[in-house]
């Protein structure tokens, strides 16, 4: 919502606290059933495209990175988007980087990491195996890893053991205009 000590935050606080005030007495009076209502819901549910870049910041001091993680996620979807049945949607949220719903039901999951590093790898099996749990049928899980890394012995095994598909991507082009290949 905001920093502590901004000057705008109770004003913010006061919004959301109003937001979410109107919303249950939206529901409460079951106006949440309308077709307005509901286009906003399949509107909220599409793709919504993902940073790609330089990002900045401070923490204990300045700092500055490059990110290609949205570049990978977009490439994706372009991908799985082009190859969709007319029953599957592609979609993405906070949580998770790709998904597709087939029949409006979970039926694939795809998360990405720019790197293979153990927390990187034991945090997208922990989100791939937590999120494959809302779907109602068995969901695909695809980890998709840079393509000129190797993953530790250990880790393949989990992964093979958990019906995770590893997919490859490698990264070409140049500083400027970066262009993502998968594998």
Do not use: C
Not at 20 to 49: M, N, P, Q
Not at 98 to 123: A, C, D, H, P, W
Not at 152 to 160: E, F, N, V, W, Y
């Amino acid at each position: 919502m905001g920093k502590l000590g901004d000057p705008d935050l109770t004003g913010r606080i006061w919004r959301f606290i109003r937001n979410v005030h109107a919303f249950k007495d939206e529901a409460a009076a079951g106006r949440l059933a309308t077709s307005e209502f509901k286009r906003r819901i399949e509107e909220f549910d599409r793709y919504s495209k993902e940073f790609a870049g330089k990002k900045r910041g401070v923490r204990g001091s300045a700092f500055e990175y490059v990110t290609y993680h949205g570049d990978i996620v977009q490439k994706l979807y372009d991908a799985r988007t082009a190859r969709a049945k007319p029953d599957e949607t592609v979609f993405n949220s906070t949580l998770i980087d790709l998904f597709v719903k087939k029949n409006n039901t979970l039926s694939e999951l795809y998360e990405v990491k720019t790197g293979i590093g153990r927390q990187m790898l034991y945090t997208a099996i922990g989100q791939l195996v937590t999120h494959a749990t809302i779907g109602k049928a068995e969901v695909t899980k695809f980890l998709v890893l840079p393509a000129d890394e190797n993953v530790p012995t250990d880790l393949t095994r989990a992964i093979t053991a958990l019906g995770i598909q590893v997919q490859r991507f490698r990264l070409g082009g140049t500083a400027r205009k970066r262009i993502v290949e998968l594998g």
